[in-house]
């Protein structure tokens, strides 16, 4: 089985030190440096990033001025109805404060040149477009980002909650924080997200970030909030996610001289003896050949079963 950490093991000795080194810096989910500004992420003319969701929908933000901007979602099912994620995720995209382009290399390009007035998406010209689609779009405050971004550096579960029955374009709003912050992808920024909240001890608010953000998202390694929920025996929240982790293998415990212990999500439940759910892992396809790791010392789930003296899940193995 491929380890999820791809640097070797004394490279991420040393790293593993140098962040425990750094961990008593002030941290918080969306940092600010002196005071952010909401500015524009765009320049006229320039090409926009964008996000693909499992769902097949196009998310891109646009900037509208100072007070906002523009969340565009396009729901690429409809341009493509028998392609798959994978396949829309490999076509070519150009997006614009004008123009979209999708370059599809079996057919001809799709576009559409367009603009945004009175709070209407206008095409202007379109070449291969359906005639009857218009993407969806949505204007978003800043005055409503910096207010969920204090939520988060509160600590506000209650608000946060409240969140859910907004009808709000989720997938846009993690685009523009991880744009804002300098990450490349929406997964990077919320495992960096995910991990800070969780250094605070806010279990429950790192659970409403990966609810209102990726509950969909099967590219997200949610290895780090799924050991947390097998320790806190949390079957309720690992039921409701995609097990994106499932058969990675992930730091566990750093020792007091930086060397440390990997395991998979089923060795972690195999450890904490928790048979519940490890019988759930295993309806959902868990590897049982590689679980636990410490530096020359790998083991099986019945290995690392038998170690932990628990014969009721040492059966499970038999």
């Known amino acids: ?50 996000y693909i969701t499992e769902q097949g929908t196009l998310c891109y933000n646009l900037h509208a001025d100072k007070l906002g901007v523009y969340a565009i979602q396009i729901n690429l099912n409809r341009l493509f109805p028998t392609a798959t994620t994978a396949h829309l995720r490999s076509k070519h995209y150009e997006l614009s404060d004008s123009t979209i382009t999708i370059i599809n290399y079996a057919e001809p390009a799709i576009s559409i040149n367009y603009r945004i007035a009175n709070n209407t998406f206008v095409i202007a010209k379109s070449s291969n477009w359906l005639a009857d689609y218009q993407p969806e779009f949505q204007f978003i405050a800043l005055d ?124 972690k439940a195999i450890l904490i003896k928790n048979k519940i759910i490890v019988d759930y892992l295993l309806q959902n396809g868990a590897n049982t050949e590689k679980v636990y790791q410490y530096e020359s010392d790998v083991l099986s789930a019945f290995q690392l079963a038998e170690r932990t003296k628990s014969k009721k899940i040492m059966k499970l193995f038999q």
């Open 144 to 267: 409503s980002l910096r207010y969920m971004e204090n939520l988060f550096d509160t600590n506000d579960l209650s608000g946060l909650m409240q969140l859910e029955v907004a009808k709000l374009p989720f997938e846009n709003i993690l685009l523009f924080f991880s744009q804002l912050h300098g990450f490349s992808t929406v997964e990077e920024f919320s495992s960096n997200a995910i991990h800070r909240i969780l250094e605070k001890g806010q279990y429950a608010i790192a659970k409403q970030f990966h609810h209102l953000f990726l509950a969909k998202n099967r590219q997200f390694n949610d290895f780090e909030i799924l050991k947390i929920a097998i320790e806190k025996n949390d079957m309720d929240f690992i039921r409701k996610t995609c097990l994106n982790s499932l058969n990675r293998l992930g730091i566990d415990e750093i020792k007091a001289d930086y060397s440390f212990t990997q395991c998979t999500l089923l060795g």
């Open 1 to 50: 089985m491929r380890s999820f950490y791809t640097m070797n093991r004394l490279g991420l000795k040393i790293g593993l030190c140098m962040l425990c080194l750094l961990a008593g810096l002030a941290t918080s989910l969306f940092a600010y440096q002196n005071k952010i500004v909401f500015q524009s992420q765009q320049q006229p003319g320039s090409r926009i990033p964008f």
